[in-house]
């Protein structure tokens, strides 16, 4: 069953001023509204790190925070960290193209997913992947899921705070706007 959210009940600044959790729920119930899913996790790159973090998940059980899909140099990783575009399959054969062996999450009931890169200037600083049936990632759903990216990026800049402080983040966001934009 897709999941679909009530109406928000906690605003983008009231969220923002809370923190990541507030805000992760908030993009998760927005998501469930505006496009749908069985299945939302959100993924991160930490730096020197092996593997990818799970910062949120709506499936703990399964799929549980903390060290994800390790870091490789795979069509798929290319596809969403270093081009920053998404990914969207709608049946298992299309699925099978980007992650081979596919058939542990068809039998968990799933046929689709969208793997959408949050990308802030220039680079990808997470990734949102929702799951759900087959054919359930239309263009018109992949549309309103990227209207939700200002707010993912938040959110996960809002868990980087958090993890690494205010003052340590803001200086490594200046340090990389630097790199890229030299006066």
Known sequence: MTIQAPAASTSLPD?????????????AD??????????????VSEPNAPCLSRVFSTNETQYPLG?????????????????????VANDSVEIDNWLPGF???VDQG???????????HGATVGLLNLMDVA???????VARLKQELPVAALAI???????????????????????????
């Open 110 to 120: 799933y046929g689709s997913l969208a793997n959408v890169p949050v990308v802030v």
């Open 157 to 183: 800049f809002a868990a980087r705070i958090a993890t690494q402080g205010a003052d340590l983040f803001l200086s490594v966001l200046s340090s990389e706007t630097a790199a890229k934009d030299p006066v």
């Open 67 to 87: 060290a994800a899909d390790p870091i490789e140099d795979t069509i798929w990783f290319r596809r969403l960290f270093s081009d920053g575009e998404a990914i």
């Open 30 to 43: 927005n998501l469930a509204r505006n496009v749908g899913y069985r299945l939302l996790t959100i993924l």
């Open 15 to 27: 969220a923002l001023a809370l923190g990541s959790g507030a805000m992760f729920e908030l993009l």
């Open 103 to 105: 058939d542990a999450y």
């Open 135 to 141: 054919g359930h990632f239309t263009a018109e759903r």
